[in-house]
């Protein structure tokens, strides 16, 4: 199966040299890896570009966006600009993030799942952190989701459900629409990749508003939201961020903003969520 990574970069001088290198010692490396150095004011474009001088199949491009800090919606822009920039020769096309480092097996064992399952249409490993000189699993997630830093995608899956949104909760609509086009999502515990800047790093009040956004814009509709919410603040442990959220979700509703999903993608996204809930509840 070929293989197109694009890789969003802003001032990751810091990482992406060991996250290209993890790239560059893959037992089974992409066909094709695009940088998109994003307005960076560090060496990013300069040290990816030394990988791209020795590797034919890495590409560095460079993206002029707008200077403000916009959640979601500008790595995605980033990532639109680079897919523009990819061949049109792939079976599977993957986000990934700047500040990862993958184990030397990790795409072979996704065409592994993939060839096997022609009903995949995500798949990932898992992020770990490194506390206390060890890595343990970044705990802001279920175990079962594909996160966003690790994003990989049956191209047939990414096709049918409009490519990525852009906003803050791209990366949990995509999750729900692979499932609402009867695909299934899948994460391989056993394969580990390090996260090298934990999620959440700088969070801001402004960046807690934008999650209740994005629930509206999701369709969750209100009591779903609240609860969506409550999880992030524990998980989270910032109590500010349910309250922040819920402010976020009242304004996006009030101001009517355009929303993710369909009535129909949303009625099929609220029934998953509560039959989910229930389960949990209810064994």
Same mark, same amino acid.
């Given at each position: 199966?070929?293989? =197109?990574?694009?890789?969003?970069?802003?001032?990751?001088?810091?990482?992406?040299? /060991? =996250?290209?290198?993890?790239?560059?010692?893959?037992?089974?490396?992409? #066909?094709?890896?695009?940088?998109?150095?994003?307005?960076? /004011?560090?060496? $990013?474009?300069?040290?990816?570009?030394?990988?791209?001088?020795?590797?034919?199949?890495?590409?560095?491009?460079?993206?002029?966006?707008?200077?403000? !800090?916009?959640?979601?919606?500008?790595?995605?822009?980033?990532?639109?600009?680079?897919?523009?920039?990819?061949? /049109?020769?792939?079976?599977?096309?993957?986000?990934? /993030?700047?500040?990862?480092?993958?184990?030397?097996?990790?795409?072979?064992?996704?065409?592994?799942?993939?060839?096997?399952?022609?009903?995949?249409?995500? =798949?990932?490993?898992?992020?770990?952190?490194?506390?206390?000189? !060890?890595?343990?699993?970044?705990?802001?997630?279920?175990?079962? !989701?594909?996160?966003?830093?690790?994003?990989?995608?049956?191209?047939?899956?990414?096709?049918? %459900?409009?490519?990525?949104?852009?906003?803050?909760?791209?990366? $949990?609509?995509?999750?729900?629409? =692979?499932?609402?086009?009867?695909?299934?999502?899948? $994460?391989?515990?056993?394969?580990?990749?390090?996260?090298?800047?934990? $999620?959440?790093?700088?969070?801001?009040?402004?960046?807690? !508003?934008?999650?209740?956004?994005?629930?509206?814009?999701?369709?969750?509709?209100?009591?779903?939201?609240?609860?969506?919410?409550?999880? %992030?603040?524990?998980?989270?442990?910032?109590?500010?961020?349910?309250?922040?959220?819920?402010?976020?979700?009242?304004?996006?509703?009030?101001?009517?903003? #355009?929303?993710?999903?369909?009535?129909?993608?949303?009625?099929?996204?609220?029934?998953?969520?509560?039959?989910?809930?229930?389960?949990?509840?209810?064994?």
């Amino acid at each position: 199966m070929r293989i =197109c990574i694009i890789i969003p970069a802003h001032n990751e001088a810091q990482y992406i040299g /060991d =996250c290209l290198d993890a790239f560059v010692h893959q037992t089974h490396p992409p #066909e094709e890896l695009i940088v998109v150095d994003d307005n960076s /004011d560090d060496s $990013t474009f300069q040290l990816a570009s030394e990988f791209a001088k020795n590797h034919s199949w890495i590409k560095v491009v460079q993206h002029k966006s707008s200077e403000g !800090h916009l959640p979601g919606a500008k790595v995605i822009r980033a990532f639109n600009y680079g897919k523009k920039q990819a061949s /049109d020769e792939y079976d599977l096309i993957g986000k990934f /993030d700047a500040d990862i480092i993958l184990p030397a097996n990790y795409f072979e064992q996704m065409c592994n799942h993939f060839q096997s399952n022609w009903l995949l249409g995500m =798949c990932s490993g898992l992020l770990y952190i490194e506390k206390n000189k !060890h890595w343990v699993y970044e705990n802001i997630a279920n175990q079962n !989701h594909v996160r966003g830093p690790i994003k990989l995608y049956y191209r047939k899956v990414f096709e049918v %459900m409009g490519g990525l949104r852009e906003g803050v909760g791209w990366d $949990t609509v995509d999750v729900l629409l =692979c499932q609402y086009h009867n695909f299934e999502v899948r $994460t391989d515990k056993n394969l580990m990749v390090k996260h090298l800047r934990p $999620t959440g790093h700088g969070y801001s009040t402004k960046k807690y !508003h934008t999650k209740g956004e994005a629930l509206y814009k999701m369709r969750y509709g209100f009591l779903l939201s609240k609860l969506a919410l409550l999880k %992030m603040a524990l998980q989270a442990k910032k109590p500010k961020l349910f309250l922040h959220g819920i402010v976020g979700f009242l304004k996006a509703w009030s101001s009517e903003q #355009e929303r993710f999903v369909t009535l129909q993608e949303g009625k099929f996204i609220r029934k998953l969520r509560w039959k989910a809930i229930l389960e949990k509840v209810i064994p």
